[in-house]
């Protein structure tokens, strides 16, 4: 199994490794090295840099065996996110998802789906759900998609992370970020908020195993109405873990145009959302569904296609829908603050929450905000 990864990344040429947030941007001279001399041994520049970089000690053997060169890609794209199935061991009343339903493609089709990812440059992927962990081909998918070269985060509830077979393969496979959701300080709020007993106990027994791995783990605190008076209690046990942590407060209607997602918020923990300024949706990243239907990202699911079926030639369109989405228009049409930079919402999300009837001041500045 490969050490490194070299890679295009949109202009630039990058040497990543697994695991790991330091990487090397390389010219396209020493990239090209690599790529037209896979069965030269590993040149001296690289062990130079792999030593100074990350502290190892590249083995002498051929470029093949020792870094996955990526191909050069036509489409353009470096990230992805990938939702393996809607389906949750939790019941949360703020996810967005709303009906979580265990259905998805079937494993030669979603290698077929990785495959087309990388072929469009995908380098970084994002697994996610539902529950990624709760799949019953995530240990396959994760490995395969490892396989095509791809750095691998994981976004999770981390209820399964105590399971030896996944913690073995995160060790031997290191994703680049795990990333978890933390519902509460307390048994009491935690199984509050996921409606399930016994929830928190699991997640603090994951979460054990995981930095017993020494894995690069991030958390996400989720303050709803119900565990919103934790909020300082979770802020203490992420600092008492030594974990990088963001807190989340502003909910989302579900992806349905369901308003009950957006009621379970704690009214003063909402906070101001920073102007949008535009993002590359549909242009440098993209979303697939549990389905292998693609769309610009999470929220923007309007006009998707199936990238299996129409394979990676698809994305060629992915960039006029995503124009067409962000456009201002509806019951956005008129608006100053869009007009002049400090508008909170992207268009695709402000139209989630006019159809599902959600309180003006949850997304516009016009209601409060």
Known sequence: MFDLIASPFLQDYLICRPG??????????L???????????????????????WGMVLPDRPVQDAVMVRQPSDYGYCRASYELNLGCNYDCEHCYLGLKKFSGLKWQKRKQLLRSMQRAGVLWLQLTGGEPLIDRQFKETYDYAFRLGMMLSISSNGSRLHDPRIL??????????????????????????????GSFKLFEKGLTAAQAADLPISLNL????TNADETEDMRAFARDRGLPHNVFSNMAPTIYGGVETVLTQSEEHLKTRKPFTGCN???TFFH???????SICKVGRDHQFSLVKEGTAGLRKLG?????LQLRTGGCSGCLFGQNGTCGTC???????????????????????
């Open 20 to 29: 790991s947030a330091k990487g090397l941007k390389v010219p396209f001279h």
């Open 31 to 53: 990239y090209e090295e690599l790529r037209q001399s896979e069965r030269e041994p590993v040149p001296d520049w690289l062990r130079d840099s792999a030593w100074k970089q």
């Open 168 to 197: 073995n393969l995160l060790r031997a496979r290191r994703p680049y970020r795990l990333t978890l959701s933390v519902y509460g300080a307390s048994a009491k709020r935690y199984d509050a908020v996921t409606k399930r007993r």
């Open 222 to 225: 989720i303050v709803t109405d």
């Open 281 to 283: 949706a549909g242009h």
């Open 288 to 294: 697939a569904d549990p389905h292998g239907l693609v």
């Open 320 to 324: 006029g829908i995503a124009d067409s």
């Open 347 to 369: 268009r695709p999300l402000a139209k989630l929450y006019q159809e599902s009837g959600a309180p003006l001041k949850n997304y516009c500045r016009h209601g409060g905000f």
